[in-house]
């Protein structure tokens, strides 16, 4: 009774198993649902539903549940001991409960089915425990909605630059800042003027001088007018332009000179007057504010007007410049002696005397005071020496 007992507990088991062989050889115990062109559909007692493509399937073994019965029996019969023939069981299954299946490799093979994973070093007869995956979209549970992150939140823009405004336009400097002489040390003078000779008088007096200097020498432009009206309503304009150039050898102290000078003076036995020189010069002190200098050279002037005639001459000078005997105040002063080398014993002297009062230390505004004393041998008596004084405020530029 044990056994006939044994045998209804197994029949239900052992109803039937299928062998599925895959591409890679390995061997999956189970029962096959279905098998077309599509692929093959196969419940697998740990893997669940598989659903297999055609080309990853080597072979199908089917079994009948006769076999299967069969093959209890035998498995008894063996086990057990009972001679119990296979005819005395009642064959018919009514549950389609498979047997507990072995996932089975080839000798030697180490590769798993795809979509299968077993552990290393597990035994025949021992059940591999690995992940179910996803057999059927229906058998799978409907994941849980993963909590969304909060969003991090947006650093702050980096703020933005303003732009750096424009640099304004530099000024063109120069004369009245025109661009005019921009890299000359230029000055306007304007004022006052009187004379001392035939006639006395006091009228309007102006200056303009620029000058551009360096290691090599320097080179400097004057323009001077003065304007009076005499005593019986005429009006005297006299007016000079002169430029001067200096080539200087920083490791001496000697220099060449030339002068040219443009005179007009509406009084005077000629109308306009135009010279030219050149010499050698040298310097003989130069520090502590002061500067004193010597030259000596050739030249000679032609008149026009009432008299037409060119006149040689020579040319000694001297002058003591830029005397800054304190901070604000300088002295300048200089005389030239124009030896007439035709009629040896005529003479022409211009002597300048100038005193500066510094106003202001940032725009170089002067306060300058003058005296110009001009000797001419040659003229009538009374008209030798003529004397003239200015007070001018000076600007640079």
């Given at each position: 009774?044990?056994?006939?007992?044994?045998?209804?507990?197994?029949?239900?088991?052992?109803?039937?198993a299928?062998?599925?062989?895959?591409?890679?050889?390995?061997?999956?115990?189970?029962?096959?649902?279905?098998?077309?062109?599509?692929?093959?559909?196969?419940?697998?007692?740990?893997?669940?539903?598989?659903?297999?493509?055609?080309?990853?399937?080597?072979?199908?073994?089917?079994?009948?549940?006769?076999?299967?019965?069969?093959?209890?029996?035998?498995?008894?019969?063996?086990?057990?001991?009972?001679?119990?023939?296979?005819?005395?069981?009642?064959?018919?299954?009514?549950?389609?409960?498979?047997?507990?299946?072995?996932?089975?490799?080839?000798?030697?093979?180490?590769?798993?089915?795809?979509?299968?994973e077993?552990?290393?070093?597990?035994?025949?007869?021992?059940?591999?425990?690995?992940?179910?995956?996803?057999?059927?979209?229906?058998?799978q549970?409907?994941?849980?909605?993963?909590?969304?992150?909060?969003?991090?939140?947006?650093p702050?823009?980096?703020?933005?630059?303003?732009?750096?405004?424009?640099?304004?336009?530099?000024?063109?400097?120069?004369?009245?800042?025109?661009?005019?002489?921009?890299?000359?040390?230029?000055?306007?003078?304007?004022?006052?003027?009187?004379?001392?000779?035939?006639n006395?008088?006091?009228?309007?007096?102006?200056?303009?001088?620029?000058?551009?200097?360096?290691?090599?020498?320097?080179?400097?432009?004057?323009?001077?007018?003065?304007?009076?009206?005499?005593?019986?309503?005429?009006?005297?304009?006299?007016?000079?332009?002169?430029?001067?150039?200096?080539?200087?050898?920083?490791?001496?102290?000697?220099?060449?000179?030339?002068?040219?000078?443009?005179?007009?003076?509406?009084?005077?036995?000629?109308?306009e007057?135009?010279?030219?020189?050149?010499?050698?010069?040298?310097?003989?002190?130069?520090?502590?504010?002061?500067?004193?200098?010597?030259?000596?050279?050739?030249?000679?002037?032609?008149?026009?007007?009432?008299?037409?005639?060119?006149?040689?001459?020579?040319?000694?000078?001297?002058?003591?410049?830029?005397?800054?005997?304190?901070?604000?105040?300088?002295?300048?002063?200089?005389?030239?002696?124009?030896?007439?080398?035709?009629f040896?014993?005529?003479?022409?002297?211009?002597?300048?005397?100038?005193?500066?009062?510094?106003?202001?230390?940032q725009?170089?505004?002067?306060?300058?005071?003058?005296?110009?004393?001009?000797?001419e041998?040659?003229?009538?008596?009374?008209?030798?020496?003529?004397?003239?004084?200015?007070?001018?405020?000076?600007?640079?530029?």
């Amino acid at each position: 009774m044990a056994a006939w007992f044994a045998v209804g507990v197994c029949v239900p088991v052992t109803a039937r198993a299928d062998t599925l062989t895959l591409a890679t050889g390995e061997t999956l115990v189970g029962i096959v649902v279905s098998e077309g062109e599509e692929g093959v559909v196969f419940d697998h007692p740990l893997l669940g539903r598989l659903e297999l493509e055609p080309a990853a399937v080597a072979s199908v073994d089917r079994e009948t549940a006769a076999e299967a019965l069969e093959d209890s029996f035998e498995k008894l019969d063996t086990t057990e001991g009972l001679p119990i023939a296979p005819s005395a069981v009642n064959t018919e299954v009514t549950s389609p409960a498979a047997p507990t299946p072995l996932l089975e490799f080839p000798e030697g093979k180490e590769a798993e089915p795809e979509g299968v994973e077993v552990e290393a070093g597990v035994s025949d007869e021992t059940q591999v425990e690995t992940p179910e995956p996803a057999a059927h979209p229906k058998d799978q549970p409907e994941p849980k909605p993963e909590a969304q992150a909060e969003p991090e939140p947006e650093p702050d823009p980096e703020p933005v630059a303003e732009p750096e405004p424009e640099p304004a336009p530099e000024p063109l400097g120069g004369f009245f800042n025109t661009g005019l002489l921009a890299d000359w040390k230029t000055n306007i003078s304007l004022g006052l003027s009187g004379f001392t000779g035939e006639n006395d008088r006091i009228d309007f007096y102006g200056r303009l001088s620029a000058k551009q200097s360096d290691e090599r020498g320097f080179i400097q432009l004057n323009a001077e007018a003065f304007y009076a009206e005499t005593p019986d309503g005429s009006a005297r304009n006299e007016g000079r332009v002169e430029a001067t150039k200096r080539w200087t050898n920083p490791q001496t102290q000697w220099f060449v000179f030339s002068t040219g000078r443009y005179q007009y003076n509406r009084l005077k036995a000629w109308d306009e007057r135009v010279s030219a020189y050149a010499g050698l010069g040298r310097t003989f002190v130069k520090k502590d504010g002061l500067e004193f200098s010597a030259e000596v050279g050739l030249g000679g002037n032609y008149e026009f007007g009432t008299v037409n005639d060119f006149t040689p001459e020579a040319v000694f000078g001297a002058s003591a410049v830029a005397w800054q005997f304190t901070p604000r105040q300088t002295i300048k002063a200089k005389t030239t002696l124009y030896p007439n080398l035709e009629f040896l014993g005529d003479l022409r002297v211009e002597s300048d005397l100038e005193w500066r009062l510094k106003l202001d230390a940032q725009t170089d505004t002067l306060l300058k005071l003058g005296l110009r004393h001009e000797y001419e041998s040659r003229d009538h008596e009374d008209e030798r020496s003529d004397l003239k004084y200015f007070a001018a405020v000076e600007f640079s530029f």
